[in-house]
């Protein structure tokens, strides 16, 4: 999101420990949701040639963007990028002790903090991509070899589809080396970026020294935390519990997948995708739910 | 006569501690709901009420785990080639578990693979047998001497290790008997 337009939908006031309770709950959804469902994945499905297109788009887009390099398919490359983006959450958590005071007042506020804010955001919206995008391939894949799979909600596939963009700029970003975005990032002048002073900077520094990483490509509020005021916990608890569901579905629909191709079905498999799928839906229908009245898309 | 306890998904538990071999002559086979000290120590710690970091809960689990899977190594040979109630998503588990020993990572949860389990499985004579140890790998005889300790050396080991405990030799989702709601 452009830094103007990003400046003036901040909350006027906020606590550092909001950020770092932040890196925390990402920390926890990265470890616990989706780094071990991501390793299951790539070692089972790594190196697989998809069958369904739209996967295989993905794929290719995927592989167009990814900053890092890896070896297979984009299930691989997501693994990869989630080691990277582990990294980075370290070395966020520590730009965010040096540079924020207590309370972050949005009229005090400097061109680095907002770029800390926005990275933040990213990289908390490509964990929780990754994990989505997961859920809706290996779906795509078991009906594209003949199997059955529940019905994913539709909402669910145009959120995929509505943020592809951003998801595939966002980990331009957050895939980069560490100390090379630390350098970048401490690289922003500390100049006052208040809604009414940011576009002076602009003009006077140009674009690229006050948006380095290039957050203005991404045209969406990401993290609905620093621009509402809302109840945090109950925000935090739905993207929890939906985490929890959706490494679940993967790891249901990956041993849907494994057993299609020995020729194997398994009833209680089966009737558990269904559930899982059906709790899914409703928790990612509450959160877009959320989402659309927060004004965040 | 070799005797084993029989949990509800599927598991045993031999209760002489005897030679492999035993599981091939008569066996006497007890059904058993759970093991009651492993269910104590999972709702304790499910429920939060305890410190799971303390040194006095992890030992009342590590002893528990060591009592019931024995020589770990031979345990495994038990469920793999004298177990005809171990098979499909059962076994899958077993494997899984073995790989979390060596590695660190499972491909499914405890939790997520505990509700795909059969409980109170029928018996499949002729499911078990030698050729199934070969997914298991267990050419190093001496590998799992300490599997208490690789098991709880990985991050999350402890938690791992008490979750398939329960999973192993607790209590069904669905009992075949009600329990009492009276003491």
Known sequence: MKLGPYVSALLPSFTKNRLLADVAAMREELKVNTLPVLKTSAQLFGKRKFTDEWVKTFDTDFGKNCPIRYSGNFVSGLLALSDQVSDNLDMIEKMIGEYFAEDVLRDAITLLRVNVLQYLEVLGFVIQYSRRVLVISIGYEILAVGGESPTTAQGEIEWIKRHRDAFMHGMQIIGGKSDKTEEQLRNIPEVVANPDTVGNASATLGETKIDPLGFGFIPVKLNPIYHIRMAIAEWQNRRYQGALEERRMVEYRLMQLKLQEDGKRDAKLEENITYTQGRLNTLNAKIEKMEAEYGTV | ?183
């Not at chain 2, 306890?5 to 492999?20: E, I, M």
């Not at chain 2, 429920?47 to 809960?57: K, Q, Y």
């Not at chain 2, 405890?110 to 047998?129: F, I, N, Q, R, Y």
């Open chain 2, 1 to 183: 006569m070799a005797r084993f306890n029989l949990f509800p998904r599927g598991y045993l538990v031999s209760l002489d501690g005897g030679p492999l071999a035993n599981v091939a002559g008569p066996v006497d086979i007890e059904t058993v709901t759970s093991n009651p000290k492993i269910e104590v120590l999972y709702k304790l710690y499910m429920g939060r009420d305890v410190n799971p970091e303390t040194w006095a809960f992890r030992r009342r689990v590590i002893m528990e785990c060591s009592k019931l899977f024995g020589n770990f190594r031979n345990w495994l040979i038990l469920q793999a080639v004298g177990n005809d109630y171990v098979y499909g998503l059962n076994l899958e588990f077993l494997r899984d578990t073995v790989q979390f020993i060596r590695t660190g990572h499972r491909n499914m949860s405890v939790l997520s693979m505990t509700e795909l389990l059969l409980e109170h499985p029928d018996k499949h004579p002729g499911t078990a047998g030698p050729a199934r140890l070969e997914a298991f790998d267990l050419r190093d005889t001496r590998e799992f001497d300490n599997f208490i300790g690789m098991w709880c050396s990985h991050e999350r080991g402890f938690d791992d290790m008490l979750c398939t405990a329960h999973t192993l030799f607790g209590v069904s989702k669905s009992p075949l008997v009600p329990f009492p709601t009276k003491l």
